[in-house]
């Protein structure tokens, strides 16, 4: 049984990976990353994501990664929502973004290029789009979602919540 030990112990706390992404937003283009040869996605454009590392708050851990992947430097704006991903145990986290510094310059290990998009150049982008980031990018592109903002007046600060 998934989350027992050799000695039939249930761990506590049970496991699950958690991803984040940013969907990161600069004069009405998405930031958009290529992944590189060799990575599970490879050769194909998606938002910034990655796992969030063991003591890291998603939030800081979509930043970090739209940061490591792009060289974009992001702002939270808020949650955009959850989605279980296609591997069972997956969780992902998207957080909407909004461009700070930087211009996009992919990190040269999991990502090999890195640019803004708007609805008109992702039309005529020839390489492929990750399925799910594609559908999440449009919709965001055509303003088809709610935000749920942080709120660090909670009882946990700075810890951030979403309600």
């Not at 640019?115 to 399925?131: G, K, N, Q, V």
């Amino acid at each position: 049984m998934a989350g027992e030990s050799d000695t039939g112990a249930t761990a506590w706390p049970p496991r699950m990976a958690v991803c984040v992404g940013a969907v990161v937003l600069r004069k009405g283009g998405v930031l958009l990353v290529r992944q590189a040869a060799g990575h599970a996605l490879g050769g194909q454009w998606s938002i910034p994501w990655g796992l969030v590392d063991e003591g890291e708050a998603p939030e800081a851990a979509a930043l970090r990664e739209t940061y490591e992947e792009s060289g974009v430097q992001a702002e939270l704006k808020g949650l955009l929502g959850i989605q279980n991903l296609s591997q069972a145990g997956w969780l992902g986290l998207v957080l909407l973004c909004h461009h700070v510094a930087g211009q996009p310059a992919p990190d040269g290990i999991e990502t090999d290029r890195a640019a803004y998009f708007s609805w008109e150049a992702l039309d005529a982008l020839e390489e492929p789009i990750e399925h799910w980031c594609e559908w999440l990018v449009r919709r965001v592109l055509r303003g088809d979602y709610t935000l749920i903002p942080a709120l660090p007046d909670n009882p946990y600060r700075p810890r951030l919540a979403f309600l």
